[in-house]
């Protein structure tokens, strides 16, 4: 049980996936300038990422041990498939939701993060459980990280920045700090 | 139509490609695992893979089984077929991520004979020592287990105690942990195998 | 709005004025995961060019044959197909490279820049023409990756592709090789730029909402 707990806190904290790993950049960038859309957007991620989870275990586990070389394709399909799935399942249950999130439903494909979790998935060969504790971990990871730079970004809104110094240069610079903080929960879970 | 031939073009290109490849990536894997035993075991002069497989370890895979999906340590022989050691992978959360490493035991002696890393995400110029710092590595090239960890230069009373890297207290606390965790597992089943055994 | 582009433009502007990292901030999981070393910038870079101009090359020759409601579907399957086989080749011939770039090889097949182009360009024109704009932007990618890498190996490492510069007695900023100092680098780059842009053009800097291509397209 402590192990499902250290792959979760891990890779929500401690190997961020955006702070750390470098995963989820393009909506970091670009969704980022709200809460409320970080949030939305947020949610809708960790959604599909724990359906992948599940998936690509299952793809893993009896599939893909005989045809490694077909896991890349396979997994980027599962993905766009279950974007699809989920942007008509959004649609239909709340139509608001559905408009609000608008453009970001189907670049959820092109997220780096969510193939990247497949892969580290498979490359540390989890089971079930650890792939779910590690999706969920990675997907509040991120909010984290959204929310965390929507928030600043709000703020620096109203502040009096030079002219060359808003926009995607700042956001960086503000990304290199949270990242900078986030070093300092490693060693968290150690004895 | 056309989709579905060019669907079926490309699929075939990744095979041809596979096929070429697979073979000097598994070459590359066992050099580098072998370079590895060679380095945890001093130069043995070969080594033999041995499953462990309900608790006892057995030189094949049982009926039907995946070699992939069971555990292995590597028994080592010198020159005139005696055996030398064994090394065993572990690995566990260090402080950054998962440190995972391999490591020389010798039954006999009850002794670490060697330790090399073979992953490690340490922070780069602290917790990456125990990769980098040569005298961190050397500690384990004849120590009695089970290994204690000791504050850097309190002394070496005892045949048991490493001294672990100052600065890097965790990421040296793990890899002893992971020694210890090791050999408790699978100490008694590499102590009574066989042919160690007649020695 | 769509004027006709000589060929010279469709190599060049990808270099630099339409930089894919540097102005439109496309790609920028790779180009802050792997700049740590020069040479893993280097190998990502020419792996990142192969996949591009395979893939603009044949979604040019073939996109006649493409569906247009599954284009994207489409593009994403060839360009999986020249990732896995980017991958297997560089796992067969250079191992040590591959391990260090790790799952970042196959997370080119996200790379935005790539499906931009497709979706922009190479769906549009003739094959000559996406090659060369494949060949422009590919270079761009690579000029700004080994930017990047260079800066973070020099401060961070004291080398430059693996050869030591200041000697034993420098002390690297450490920073600049863990997740911050890509951060931190690629901003400074985009503080430089704007100001230099702002300088030379007289233009307000420019706010980067949402990269291009790929997002307004699909909304359509």
New interface residues.
Partial sequence: MSDLF?ILI?AMV??NFTLALFLGLCPFMGVSARVATALRMGAANIFVMVLTAVTVWFLNTFVL?YAP??RLISFIVVIASLVQIVEMTIKKLSPTLFRELGIFLPLITTNCAILGLAIFQTN?GYGFLEGLFFAVGAGLGLVLALVLMASIRQQTELSDLPGLARGMGLVLIVAASLSMAFMGF??L??? | M??AT??GM??L???V??E???P??EA?RAA?LAAAIDNVLAAPARYDTLYVVDGALREAPPEGV?ERDLERVFLGYDESDVPVGFAVTGGE??????IRLIFGYDPGSGEVVGMEVLESKE???LGDKIEKDADFVAEFNGIQTPLVGVKQGAGQADPHEVDMITGAT?SS??VI?IINNRLEELGPLLDTYPPVVKQ | MKAETTAQHDLVRGIWRENPVLIQLLGLCPALAVTNTVANSLAMGLATFFVLMGSSLLVSA?KR???HEVRIS?YI??IA?FV??AD??L???V?EIHKALGAFIALIVVNCMILGRQEAFASKRPVSRAVLDAAGTGAGFMIAMLMIGTVREVLGNGSILGYSLFGAGYE?W?IM??PPGGFLTLGVFLLVLGWWRGRTEGAQAQVRRWPHGVATRRAA
């Fill in positions: 250290w891990s401690v190997n041990a070389y077909l540390r490693a060693g879970l150690s004895s | 056309t989709l060019a669907g490309a699929g290109l990744i095979v490609v596979f070429w490849a697979e000097q990536i590359h580098v995946l959360p260090g402080y950054q991520d998962i922070t780069p110029g965790i606390r793990t942990a | 073939f044959f493409i569906p489409a399957l060839i197909t896995t086989i297997l080749v796992a067969a011939v191992p690297p450490i090789i863990l």
